[in-house]
């Protein structure tokens, strides 16, 4: 019987929908290149190729769109009454809980495949993108450290899980180590977007912006090619060392340019845009018609059912483009959303505050944005993103504050910030706002 790189039975396979099959994973693992039209291919050629089906299935179970979701949905159902094996039967079991909106049911299942198929490099990263839409920072890094032991440099595919370990580090705060897999990772395979990616959110933690620039700006041949699906992230990541040293006309120029230039309908392209207008809304810039675009963008991807971290991001660009209506609609699907799904709870619990939170914000309710804002940011991590995209959270509670006259929550927030990074400027101006309004107070008094 034919196998994946890894050793791993394909049952169904011929020798070209093989060749077929690793295309489209080593696209996958490299987020370069596009791995659907190779899977299509296969599945047309060989259809009773299952893992081909599930490979698909989890592509699109992953991009958590509802369209995508739809077409997961199907590939899935094809796969009723099929002989499956021990290996596929467990993928199809984890798909069904994916497309349920379970995912924590979903990642420990994986968990258990993982352990049983310590191998399966097609499990392995779906269930760290898992990890990552559900913020499981433990399990980013130790669903990598519980298998690595039984990978060797000899295996294709090693650097790929050490790609992703480096990330499972930087999120847990192990920066030093995380730096160092990454840069092994990548000089294994420089092509690796992933291991790329730990290493400059290890930057971006640490505060260290020019470090970044230099990473990126060094780097940048081997993760800005037209068909590197990861491109726009890595150059938000950009434009967030940019923005921590105030160089806003730069980030302004890498929206209009790589971030925004090409319209993308991708949802985590639009998250990033979204999330980098709304800092730039914060420091004072005009982003002027930007948010009329972005907000168009969304209209078929933020549907209060899905994924709510998707739908928050929405809601910032509703905000910006003055589309009210849509904020409301949004709002509403949130609050009524009586699924009895793990992500119908994080819509209620988490995505609804946060977005309400941010709604009173840009309004000019301080007071409410506080109160919203401070009761979820310790529970906002259950629900997906990294420490980078989640800082969001505490940039606008700050900003809030000071705006509100919670002079000792500004501050306070203010030097814990500064603990965290201490060369920001963005973080200096916050003390200095905070302890001047505080000057000012006891001269009036």
């Excluded at 910030?417 to 201490?422: E, V």
Aim: charge should be negative.
């Amino acid at each position: 019987m034919l196998t994946d790189r890894q050793g791993n039975a394909l049952p169904g396979a011929t020798s070209e929908t093989q060749v077929l099959y690793h295309r489209a994973i080593d696209a996958f693992n490299l987020y370069r290149g596009d791995p659907v039209t190779p899977l299509d291919q296969a599945i047309q050629a060989a259809p009773n190729f299952t893992m081909a089906r599930i490979a698909r299935a989890y592509l699109f179970a992953l991009a958590t769109e509802p369209a995508a979701a739809t077409a997961a949905k199907a590939d899935l159902a094809a796969t009723n009454g099929a002989r499956l094996n021990d290996r596929e039967a467990s993928h199809a079991a984890i798909l069904a809980q994916l497309l349920a909106g379970e995912w924590s049911a979903a990642g420990i299942a994986l968990d258990y495949h993982n352990l049983r198929y310590p191998h399966d490099l097609l499990a392995l990263q779906a269930g760290h993108l898992v990890d990552f839409y559900r913020a499981n920072a433990r399990n980013l890094r130790d669903r990598l450290a519980r298998v690595l032991p039984k990978w060797s440099p000899d295996i294709p595919g090693h650097s790929i899980a050490m790609g992703m370990y480096a990330f499972g580090l930087e999120e847990t705060g192990d920066y030093a180590r995380a730096e160092h897999v990454g840069r092994q990772a990548l000089d294994l395979q420089p092509l690796d977007c992933w291991a790329h990616h730990a290493v400059a959110h290890v930057m971006e933690m640490q505060g260290r912006a020019q470090d970044g620039i230099g990473w990126m700006t060094a780097r940048e041949p081997y993760w800005s090619g037209d068909d590197n699906l990861f491109k726009v992230h890595n150059w938000w990541h950009l434009a967030l060392c940019h923005l921590d040293l105030g160089q806003t006309r730069e980030v302004l120029a890498l929206y209009d340019g790589p971030i925004r230039q090409e319209r993308s309908a991708v949802v985590l392209d639009m998250i990033d845009a979204s999330a980098l207008l709304w800092r730039l809304t914060l420091t004072g810039q005009d982003v002027g018609e930007r948010w009329q675009e972005l907000a168009a963008a969304w209209e078929q991807h933020a549907d209060g059912q899905l994924y709510p971290f998707n739908d928050w991001h929405a809601v910032m660009a509703y905000l910006g483009a003055g589309r009210d209506g849509r904020v409301e609609a949004l709002l509403t699907m949130l609050r009524n959303n009586d699924h009895s799904s793990e992500a119908a709870t994080w819509a209620r619990r988490i995505g609804l505050p946060l977005a309400e939170g941010f709604v009173a914000f840009w309004h000019g309710d301080y007071a409410t944005a506080t109160a919203r804002l401070h009761a979820v940011r310790f529970i906002a991590n259950a629900f997906g993103g990294s420490h980078a995209q989640r800082d969001i959270i505490d940039w606008t509670l700050t900003e809030a504050a000071l705006r509100g006259g919670n002079r000792e929550l500004a501050e306070g927030m203010a030097n814990e910030r500064l603990s965290l990074k201490p060369h920001s400027p963005i973080n200096r101006d916050f003390l200095r706002r905070a302890t001047a309004s505080a000057t000012a107070e006891r001269q009036i008094a």
